[in-house]
């Protein structure tokens, strides 16, 4: 299996822009979440999705963010508009909802700056 | 509420000797008890996870954990360390529901130094 897949890698982006940020999943997981990681605050969970359907946004810092799982193979992660304080590594992970007891497996992650 | 507590942020540790890495966590019921490695630019790999039974989990790359329901800890160690060991470590922890909730909270991470 290919594993989680997270696009793009970095991205670099002047404030105010719309940032689009990509997931797809480990093929037949049911459950996937977006993290935030700095060095001020560690990793921080933003959203999770069981079956498509958001479960639990409270980790959602601002309106500014919003997630969408179309469908169970694609997760995107938006911030609009974006601001130098949103700079950071955002991952992605997905895990089975039966038979591994929750274990995640993380992507490559997606390193943002807003300039 | 769930959380856990890496006691330690940075651990530095001669190769070849031993090395233990701190967790403690607090959770209603039983718990599920993760453990993840973050090296430099990559994402959180998984580990070894104690789920029930056995105190002792072993996991990837020669690294265990030992769980103790008496002092709320799951403790990382391996017998001996190597230098590609240096990394930052996650413990983790999450509450066994039934409601499909697989959320998992996080420690802060301890930065792991291996010293040639």
């Known amino acids: 299996d290919a594993g989680v897949i997270q696009s793009p890698r970095h991205e670099v982006t002047e404030m105010g822009q719309e940032v689009t940020l990509r997931c797809k999943p480990i093929?037949?997981?049911?459950?996937l979440f977006w993290y935030r990681q700095t060095m001020m605050r560690g990793l921080e969970l933003l959203i999770y999705f069981n079956n498509n359907v958001p479960i639990d946004d409270s980790g959602m810092p601002e309106d500014r963010f919003s997630a969408k799982m179309p469908n169970a193979s694609f997760s995107t992660l938006k911030i609009q508009p974006s601001e130098p304080r949103d700079s950071a590594v955002y991952f992605c992970?997905?895990?089975?909802?039966?038979?591994?007891?929750?274990?995640?497996?993380f992507g490559p992650g997606t390193r943002l700056t807003v300039l | 509420a769930q959380s856990v507590a890496q006691p330690e942020d940075q651990v530095n540790v001669a190769e070849g000797n031993p090395l233990t890495v701190k967790c403690t966590y607090s959770?209603?019921?039983?718990?599920?008890l993760f453990w993840y490695v973050q090296y430099p630019n990559r994402g959180l790999q998984f580990l070894l996870k104690?789920?029930?039974?056995?105190?002792l989990v072993k996991g990837s790359y020669g690294f265990e954990a030992e769980f103790n329901k008496s002092q709320t800890s799951f403790h990382l160690k391996k017998p001996s360390a190597l230098v590609s060991d240096s990394a930052l470590y996650f413990c983790a922890v999450r509450e066994p529901s039934g409601a499909g909730s697989y959320q998992l909270t996080f420690g802060k991470g301890t930065k792991l130094s291996v010293i040639p």
């Open positions: 093929s037949g997981h049911n459950s």
């Open positions: 992970a997905s895990a089975a909802l039966a038979g591994s007891w929750g274990t995640q497996y």
């Open positions: 104690y789920i029930t039974g056995d105190n």
């Open positions: 959770v209603s019921g039983n718990p599920y």
